[in-house]
């Protein structure tokens, strides 16, 4: 165990429904719904779930209309501090934005409608709408989607550009007069976002931070990844608000926020976890799930990969297995092995390119025999 001083925090002070995140208050720890949103009882039953944990915001994705008319129902039946995650669709904020208390868009996803409009219009229309409806945005940036004129920039050094693409929107709203929003900048290795999140602490110490490991994974891998990251950031003074994402069947999504809250209990005590060995074997990496997942045999297809693939503990190879078509193709292309699901069928791909669609059955088969040939390959036994 190591011991470490907290250092104080230096951020502004944002608002979020009743919850202030930044500044001297207390780090709150939130969480997202998994369940399909349109299902409104599993949802508010879910939002519940984890408010009742201690979850201090819930999330919850809204990609189309009728989740839009499901979330007013969603709002109605609860009382918790709601944030919506919008994608690829950022003109959804208007119609949502009455019924929650933050809305996150992804820089990287907003050139995707009204091509011919440009970013900085589409930024002064989401922060119209956040101070029309009462809401605090979030400027999430991903690992996995990158604003490309920000990748062009910065050619080779990802982390910059997701650093200059989150320092980029902070000055828009700036510019605009607003202040009302944090920033997260999320990868899947703790490393990196220990680096992206510090970088972008030193250019705008003011900027509230929501720390999160993305496609953290199961339990206990993904929360020692969890702990990893924010363990050195909390630290240091940096990171106002915390989402531990792990993969978990929806009757056990609470232990996000259980664990989330020990990781603060324990960086304020000089608790600190060791793992020198942590992370030179294999690495499965998975989203915890969303209302986007395309079929419910996601959460189990992931531990089916983790204990299949047991065998190759030793081996520096990284597995990704993701939940759905929004997110997966984009998040898989790093990962030697990567596996996105479909409604009835899993895409399979070996470093980028795609392998097939297999059922969810067959797709074990597969990603075994490739995994035994990337392994041969590696021995020098096999030229794959
Ligand atoms: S990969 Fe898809 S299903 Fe998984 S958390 Fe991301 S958006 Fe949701």
């Known amino acids: 165990m190591a011991n470490a001083a907290q250092s104080p925090r230096t951020t502004r002070t944002v608002r979020i429904g009743s919850v202030p995140v930044g500044g001297g208050a207390a780090i709150a720890v939130q969480s997202m719904c998994a369940t399909k949103t349109r299902d409104i009882d599993a949802t508010v039953q879910q939002v519940e779930q984890l408010r009742c944990a201690g979850a201090a ?53 907003l050139h995707h409608v009204e091509r011919h409009k440009s970013v900085r219009d589409k930024v002064a229309w989401l922060v119209d709408v956040a ?27 990802q982390l910059e550009a997701i650093v200059q693409s989150a320092a980029y929107h902070c000055d828009l709203m700036e510019e605009l007069g607003f202040e009302r929003f944090v920033v997260s900048l999320k990868d899947s290795e703790p490393a990196k976002v220990v680096e992206a999140n510090s970088r972008f602490a030193a250019t705008r110490p003011q900027v509230p931070l929501h720390l999160g490991v993305t496609e953290a994974g199961m339990p206990p891998d993904g929360i020692i990844k969890s702990r990893l990251a924010f363990e050195k950031l909390l630290a240091n003074g940096i990171g106002d608000t915390i989402r531990v ?71 520096r190879i990284t597995i990704a297995v993701m939940g759905c078509r929004v997110n997966g193709p984009g998040e898989t292309d790093d990962a030697d092995l990567g596996l996105w699901c479909g409604p009835s069928t899993v895409n399979l791909k070996r470093r980028g390119e795609k392998v097939g669609n297999f059922s969810y059955e067959q797709v074990l088969v597969r990603l075994r025999q490739e995994l035994d040939a990337l392994i041969a390959q590696r021995d020098g036994h096999v030229a794959a």
């Not at 004129?149 to 050619?155: A, H």
């Open 57 to 109: 915001i819930v999330r919850i994705a809204v990609d189309n209309d009728l989740e839009v008319e499901a979330l007013k129902e969603i709002r109605r039946q609860s009382t918790a501090t709601l944030a919506v995650d919008l994608q690829e669709n950022y003109r959804l904020a208007v119609k949502v934005g009455p019924y929650v208390d933050k809305i996150r868009y992804n820089p990287g996803h």
């Open 131 to 157: 101070r029309d409806t009462d809401c605090a945005l979030r400027i999430g940036v991903n690992c996995g989607s990158v604003a490309p004129e920000f990748l062009e920039r910065f050619p080779g050094d």
């Open 245 to 315: 994402s792990l993969t978990l069947p929806n009757e056990r999504k609470h232990e996000e926020v259980e664990v989330g809250q020990q990781i603060v209990e324990d960086v304020a005590a000089g608790r600190f976890i060791s793992a020198p060995d942590f992370g030179k074997g294999l690495n499965i990496i998975s989203c915890p799930s969303c209302s986007r997942v395309e079929n419910e045999a996601f959460v189990e297809l992931a531990q089916q990969v983790r204990e299949l693939t047991r065998y190759a503990a030793q081996h």
